[in-house]
């Protein structure tokens, strides 16, 4: 059992298992009854995704300084007790169970799902030998 990260919208692997959006918005012009069958998502969870305001620093992010900003914050963020009880909640259940965890940036290297990563492994999570 494991966790992959993924981006949302990208081919499923065999024994994803369900896919979780950490997104703040579904995908645009996607019809809702779409989402799971075009590859986007089965379970939306905003709860996870940065802040409006902490995404713009990603957005605007061209340096490693100013990347290491939004870690920061998007981090800060996630020490929240609701986020972090989340983490914690999703680290736990990839010990128990197949799930992806996602958004929609081309580069994971550049977008909160690295983080993502590293929050879910500090936590202990299980992720799948691919991930």
Known sequence: MAVR???LGSP??????LRI??????????????FASGNWYDVWFPNL?????TVKLAQAATTPAQWAEFVRKYRAEMA?????????LLAALSQHSDF???CYCEDEAHCHRSVLRELLAEQ???FAPDA
């Open 21 to 34: 959006g950490t997104v703040r918005r579904p995908p645009r012009g996607v019809p809702k009854r779409e």
């Open 100 to 102: 992806s965890v996602g």
């Open 12 to 17: 499923r692997l065999p024994g994803e298992g």
């Open 80 to 88: 929240q007790p609701e986020h972090a009880h989340a983490i914690a």
């Open 5 to 7: 990260i993924v981006r």
């Open 124 to 126: 202990g999570a299980a």
């Open 49 to 53: 995704a940065p802040s409006a305001e």
